[in-house]
């Protein structure tokens, strides 16, 4: 099964083709607001790479949020686009928890939690606890980490033992919960699409496929718009 996978819920756009489970082609930039000049680029690169056509791949899975609108969006768009033209099945697989297949995926011998994070603005960050058999056992939480009257809804987590946490929301929770003598960092974690790899050949195999007319992504937050900063746009 040739899978293609897209992430682009952060400032980080990233694809991946995979086969039968096996990554034989990755594609990624951490250059900000550069989703919609570098995503189909990407995948055109690697597909020709690895001497195929679009006509080739058996899915399409993307990163279904939480995470930046305009991100999602380019990603979620570009998903649907080839899915409709190709009639191949649209796959989705939560952002978080991609984050935390990845890192186990990454570091297969350890046991304790996993707690990914994506920053969205301010003390707020998107949460969820994870464990190693990928069992979500807190599932996606928009969590405000600076207000000391009320702990933490991850400090019970803490109390059980212990939570790594990773991802660009990661370093707020060092002045709440870095104290903590389970609380671990890891600062080298990058999002990628490849923590989409065995998840999606799973919901693929099981038939967990997504309408490609009325998909949309988990926002979690309303869309805010702000005042452009793109000269000539007002």
Known sequence: M??????????ICSTVLAVDGNIIAHRQSDVPNAHSTRLTIFIDEMLKQCGLT????????????????????????????LCYALQR???SVPTLLSMAALYYRQH????????PMIDARRMECYTMIVDSDLNILRDTHADILDDNAHP????????????????????????????????????????????MTDLAIKKLQHG???????????????????????????
């Open 54 to 81: 679009p006509r080739d791949l058996d899915a399409v899975c993307v990163s279904s949020g939480p995470g930046s609108y305009t991100g999602l969006r380019i990603g979620v768009s570009t998903a649907k686009g």
């Open 2 to 11: 040739k899978i293609l996978q897209i992430e682009t819920a952060t400032h």
């Open 152 to 195: 933490s809804p991850l400090t019970a987590f803490l109390e059980k033992g212990e939570v790594t946490f990773i991802g660009d929301g990661a370093a707020k929770t060092r002045d709440v919960l870095g104290l903590h003598s389970h609380a671990r960092y890891d600062d080298s974690f990058i999002l990628s699409a490849e923590g």
């Open 208 to 234: 967990e496929t997504e309408d490609v007319a009325y998909f949309e992504p988990f926002y979690l937050k309303d869309f805010v718009a702000k005042k452009s900063v793109v000269h000539g746009l007002r």
């Open 89 to 91: 099945p649209l796959l």
């Open 108 to 115: 297969p011998d350890y046991t304790g939690l996993v707690c």
